[in-house]
């Protein structure tokens, strides 16, 4: 009983301070915000071509939290396929005597792709990969 206290205690710890992350993070990108706004009303020749005009709204800001909190368990996940694809491409390459065409096979997708969530992938706009592409075709 008093380690399953202690993970409920630990789990309510890291769930408070990442909540209080989160809100730093919202409150210092309004700030910036605020600040590159004032900028750009001084100078015509300060426009930020790579940030959409309507950043700061709040379903920018829930699309950031969502693309967060999904990008940590979905990395977790990434990662541990890498790991594991860049274990088994050596075995292969180990058991093949060195053929390197076919350990590139399994490490070229497993390690390649996205590790991250971001808000494109969640509206739709970009295509998330899970697996990366197989750039040539090994030859065996």
């Not at 730093?24 to 071509?49: K, T």
């Not at 509206?123 to 998330?128: A, D, F, I, Q, V």
Request: glycine content about 10%; aromatic content about 8%.
């Amino acid at each position: 009983m008093n380690a399953n206290r202690f993970l409920r205690m630990q789990a309510g710890r890291m769930l408070l301070i990442g909540a209080a992350l989160v809100t730093v993070l919202i409150v210092a990108e309004q700030s910036v915000m605020a600040h590159g706004e004032d900028r750009a009303e001084m100078s015509p020749s300060y426009s930020s071509q790579s940030h959409p005009p309507n950043q700061s709204s709040p379903k920018a800001a829930g699309l950031q939290a969502a693309c967060w909190a999904l990008s940590m368990p979905y990395g977790a996940a990434k990662i541990a396929y890498a790991i594991g694809g860049g274990i088994v491409g050596g075995l292969a390459w180990t058991v093949t005597a060195g053929n390197t065409a076919l350990a590139k096979s399994i490490w070229i997708p497993s390690m390649t792709g996205d590790y991250i969530i971001q808000p494109p992938h969640l509206t739709g706009e970009k295509h998330l990969y899970f697996i990366g592409a197989l750039s040539e075709e090994p030859s065996l």
